[in-house]
């Protein structure tokens, strides 16, 4: 059953050995040449469940991966049963919000001090389970970095999801998770990427600004 159809791959909720998997499936591009698609698509599935054990190894809860077939682009992971975090930020106290947000903040920082970048930190790819636990899926834009530029560009990425998805509480949630980072990567860096943040944001003011048409 597709469950999820996006640019790069879809996702589908199957049987496999007797339980519920998530079939990741990329998808050809026709307007690639057959070979080179081919290739760079058997790359990325590749390069995903590596990063998710990597994540693993820093303490960050990811799916189990079961198989991985890069000749078909398919990877087979283990289905996280749970809600988005998208779907419980409006079903839970303010208090409880800050704190899982707070949670959150420790993950990303546990990614980034491991040299790993997320690439798509929005609430629809973390899972709250019934346990409590947090769990980050979708590592198909991941990459390896200690570069703060990269840490910036991920991090403002989760404000602009927060903000553009859950606005009326998007600033102590984005606070709560700098905390959460705070106690992870320390003050020197978390400030380094604060910083970074702003730079971002002013670029992009400045790219709007200059498409705007010129005053009469």
């Known amino acids: 059953m597709l469950i999820k159809k996006g640019a790069e791959a879809s996702l589908y909720l199957e049987e496999w050995h007797g339980r ?10 026709p307007y690639r040449l057959p070979q080179l698609d081919r290739a760079i698509r058997a790359q990325r599935t590749k390069h995903e469940p590596l990063a998710i054990h990597r994540a693993k190894e820093v303490g960050v809860p990811t799916p189990i991966i079961f198989m991985v077939d890069p000749s078909e682009a398919t990877i087979i992971m283990e289905f996280v049963e749970g809600k988005t975090v ?53 590592f198909g834009l991941s990459e390896l970095s200690r570069e703060v530029e990269s840490r910036g560009v991920d991090l403002h990425l989760m404000k602009r999801a927060l903000f553009s998805t859950h606005h009326k509480y998007a600033e102590e949630c984005f606070e709560a998770i700098i905390r959460g980072y705070r106690d992870v990567m320390g003050a020197e860096a978390t400030d380094e990427v604060l910083k970074k943040i702003r730079e971002i944001e002013m670029r992009g003011r400045y790219v709007s600004e200059r498409r705007l048409p010129p005053k009469t």
């Open 20 to 29: 519920r998997v998530i079939v990741k499936r990329r998808l050809p591009k």
């Open 86 to 138: 998208k779907q419980v930020l409006d079903e839970i106290t303010e208090r409880e919000r800050i704190d899982l947000c707070t949670r959150i903040g420790e993950l990303i920082g546990r990614l980034h001090k491991g040299g790993i970048i997320h690439g798509d930190l929005t609430t629809s790819n973390m899972i709250l389970t019934s346990s409590g636990n947090v769990v980050l899926v979708d």
